[in-house]
């Protein structure tokens, strides 16, 4: 049974920084492509980094540009988001996404694995 098991999330104060994991089992994810996304109360989920497959290339928001990291350790079967300078409207459910379809040039993720989530609350 594939699965990806978000881990990291917490309560934080402005400014404050977390470190998100997500780690996958039931199969390899080094040939895939790997995102964050998020959702806040009352919002539609939104995109929030993606990297490819081999991590040579990233992709981040820009509501989170320069304050927001995603990388991955392959051998760990595992992608992170390191989140930096973290704000009030950062407070969400991150979400941890997998494409089904190995080696993609770009990102869509219109077929992919999710994650049950973990919560990311930030204090003013």
């Known amino acids: 049974q594939v699965q990806l098991v978000e881990s990291g999330g917490g309560l934080v104060q402005a400014g404050g920084s977390l470190r998100l994991s997500c780690a996958g089992y039931g199969r390899s994810f080094s040939n895939y492509n790997m995102a964050w996304f998020r959702q806040a109360p009352g919002k539609e989920r939104e995109f929030v980094a993606a990297?490819?497959?081999?991590?040579?290339?990233?992709n981040v928001a820009d509501s989170v540009k320069g304050r927001f990291t995603i990388s991955r350790d392959n051998a760990k079967n595992t992608v992170y988001l390191q989140t930096n300078n973290l704000k009030p409207e950062d407070t969400a459910v991150y979400y941890c996404?997998?494409?089904?379809?190995?080696?993609?040039?770009?990102?869509?993720?219109?077929?992919?694995?999710w994650g049950q989530g973990t919560q990311v609350t930030v204090s003013s």
């Open positions: 990297i490819t497959w081999s991590g040579g290339s990233t």
């Open positions: 996404a997998a494409d089904t379809r190995p080696r993609r040039p770009g990102y869509d993720f219109v077929s992919a694995f």
